[in-house]
Every structure is written in C-alpha cells, then in structure tokens.
C-alpha cells in the first residue's frame, strides 16, 4: 500500500472509530421501498447511519428491521430516536429531530429519554446532549458529528465569505423546477464553484468527515472525467436544476439545519410518527456489530438487506473481510432475498468475481445474483440525494 493510501486509511479509520459521522441518513429511501418491494413477513438487515432509513423501512410494516453498525455512535443516534419516538409527543420530538435544537433539550433527556437508554447510549448521550443545545445563530443538531461539522463550515462560508444566504432560500423554496434553474445559474452557480471550493471537496480528508473513503474517490477518479470535484459539481448542479426541491429533505437540512414540516423524512411526519409509536417501532432491533458478524450470529432467514456504499471501502483495503461478508450475507439469506448496494463509482466489478462456498461447492457471488439494471437505471436518476455513481438491485438467485 502507497504512504498516500496509508495516511488516507488511517485518517478514515480515524475518523469513524472516534465519532458520530453520519447525523442523518444519505440514502434516498424513496427508491429503497420501490426496490425492496417489502412484504410483511420479511425480515430486513440495513446497516444503521442515523436511522432515519430503518424508521422509514419500518413504516412499510415487515416483521423485522435489523439494524447493524459497528459505530456504536450511530447506534446511541437510532436509540435516542427510538426513545423519542416512545417517551415523546410529535411536538418535542420534531423539535429535537426536526428543528435540530430546543431550549428544553436537557429537560426532555433527563425527564422523558434518558429512563429510555442503557449502557453505551446512556452515556454517550449524558455527554452530547449538548448537541441539541438552541442558542443564537445557526445551533442544530445537524451541524454536529463530522459530516455536520462540514455542513457548518460550509454555512458559514456561505453566509459570510459568498454572502448568497438570499439566493440559498430562495432557491429551496422555489415552486418549480424552472424556478431553481434561474435562480442557481443566475445567482449561484458562478459564486459558489470557485477554484478554492473544488481544491477543498477534492481533499481526501474533507471527504472522510462525510463518510466517503479514498477507494470511493478513486473510483470516481478513474470513471468520471473531470474527476471527484467535477463529479460533486455535476451532482449538485442536477439536484437544484433538474430534480424538485420542495421535498428534498437531504439537501434542504445541510443548508439550513433544520427540517420543515412538509420537507422531513417520513418518521418525522405526525402521522407516520403516530404509527411507529403504536408499535411498528418495536419491530427495530439495534445491533453494534459489523454484517458479518451479526449474521453468523443466526437466526431466521433474512428476505431484505439494504448494504448502503460501504462495500467500497472493503474492496480496497479488506478484501478478506468483503469475501467474508459474502459468505455471511449468503448463508442467511432467504430464498429470493434482494440486496441494494450504492457506490461511489459507476460500478461495483469487486462484488461478483468474489468466492463464497454454497451448497457445498466455491461459486462466484456473481453467479448467485440476478441484477435488475432497468428498475436500477429508472430509479436511480430520481434520486435526490444523487452523490453516488451506481445503484445496485440485485436478487438471490443461486
């Protein structure tokens, strides 16, 4: 391995085992729940972040939803909403969850949600519920954890080094498509994509605070022309020209801090809330572990396993431990199981030349899988988020 890839690995590792990375969801579950096709006795394994997804997965009413990460930071966040969701009414919790911050932040712990947490959640959040804390200027919960440190700095560079605030809300509240257009090339699009801005997205180190290792730059690197930092420029251009804004939730609340009532995701909305509280959030089991790991654990057959983009990651530098996975995800998975992967490359070539034993014979994991590229190809240009190369939908087909 290069001194460079060593450094960049570290600085990742780094980074992911000292902190809560993701403070919500960059995934677009919209397209999950098309994707999955979940039916009630299904039993699915998604692999935690902030656990917004794993709410919105629990709303389609399986009989399970497994929840696996081995930050146990990304765990104490999903428990924390969990005893919200329990120990709250719709009020307070959007304003925790919603607003990102609230004067009564610490009445709310220590009376309602506290009582609600054990062991590693308990002090994590005895420590940081500080993160919540409402005071003057830009306070959220979701300028917290490295990929909100980032959000933050970048608000501040657009309220006082671009001064383009004016054109940021304008352009999240406008009513077309159109609308956004005009406003970002006419206000935005030549302030904002300066020479510094696209030295400062390209850096390794920045995109490890939001979650994405050197192997998924590299990828983008050597499939996209223009590499990493036009890859970011494009994909933002497409989200404010050509997708709508008004329900785009992922965007709206790195720009801003906070949700809206009609821009949220589901498990915020009083009436999904409403529905998770009435028991679907007892279907959520929380497990600190990695895939691997859980699943050789036992237990019945999984039919749904949402793998997000960390497979990029092992591709590069464990691919013993991406072997292993494999081999894990096959052995628990249910006849017909599907698997949703994303990537920060525009494909995923490591997953299908991968030997796993089954049935008492070496076969590749391409061999067991059948893809289904049209739905991928018709959903995935829909996706609001729209910062990953491919989206992988494959079905257990051996």
């Not at 997804?53 to 924390?80: F, G, I, S, W």
């Not at 030997?355 to 014979?361: L, S």
Request: net charge neutral; hydrophobic share 35%.
């Amino acid at each position: 391995m290069k001194l460079q890839d060593r450094f960049s690995n570290f600085w990742f590792q780094l980074v992911h085992e000292h902190n809560l990375v993701y403070n919500t969801c960059w995934e677009d579950p919209r397209l999950d729940r098309v994707a999955l096709a979940t039916g009630p006795d299904d039993e699915i394994l998604v692999i935690t972040s902030a656990g917004c997804n794993a709410l919105d997965y629990a709303l389609t009413e399986p009989r399970k939803v497994h929840c696996v990460d081995m930050n146990p930071r990304q765990n104490a966040l999903l428990a924390l909403k969990l005893a919200g969701i329990r120990a709250l009414g719709h009020e307070d919790f959007f304003s925790l969850f919603g607003m990102g911050a609230t004067e009564r932040y610490r009445e709310l712990y220590e009376d309602a949600l506290r009582p609600q947490l054990h062991g590693f959640a308990r002090r994590y959040w005895d420590r940081n519920i500080k993160f919540f804390r409402k005071n003057r200027g830009r306070s959220s919960f979701y300028f917290h954890g490295t990929a909100g440190y980032f959000a933050r700095t970048i608000n501040r560079y657009v309220d006082r080094v671009l001064r383009i605030r004016d054109g940021v809300e304008r352009i999240l509240n406008a009513r077309t498509v159109e609308e956004q257009q005009e406003i970002y090339n006419r206000e935005l699009k030549s302030v904002v994509w300066n020479r510094l801005v696209r030295w400062f997205v390209g850096r390794d180190t920045t995109l490890s605070l939001l979650g994405v290792p050197r192997p998924q730059r590299q990828q983008v690197e050597n499939t996209y022309e223009g590499g990493i930092a036009t890859f970011i420029e494009d994909c933002v251009e497409t989200v404010f020209t050509r997708l709508p804004l008004h329900d785009n939730y992922f965007w709206r609340v790195y720009l801003t801090g906070h949700y809206t009532a009609s821009c949220c995701p589901e498990y915020l909305r009083k009436e999904n809330f409403e529905k998770l509280k009435a028991g679907l959030v007892d279907r959520i089991d929380v497990h600190t572990n990695s895939v691997a790991g859980f699943l050789k654990q036992g237990g019945p057959p999984i039919q749904r396993f949402v793998l997000l983009d960390h497979m990029d990651w092992l591709s590069t530098y464990r691919i013993d431990w991406l072997r292993d996975e494999w081999q894990a995800l096959v052995d628990r998975a249910a006849p017909d199981a599907k698997f949703l992967w994303r990537s920060g490359g525009t494909n995923t070539d490591f997953i299908d030349p991968l030997r796993v034993n089954f049935q008492g014979q070496e076969r590749a994991v391409g061999d067991l899988l059948t893809y289904d590229r049209e739905l991928a190809d018709r959903l995935h240009p829909l996706d609001r988020v729209h910062t990953y190369g491919h989206f992988s939908i494959a079905r257990f087909t051996p």
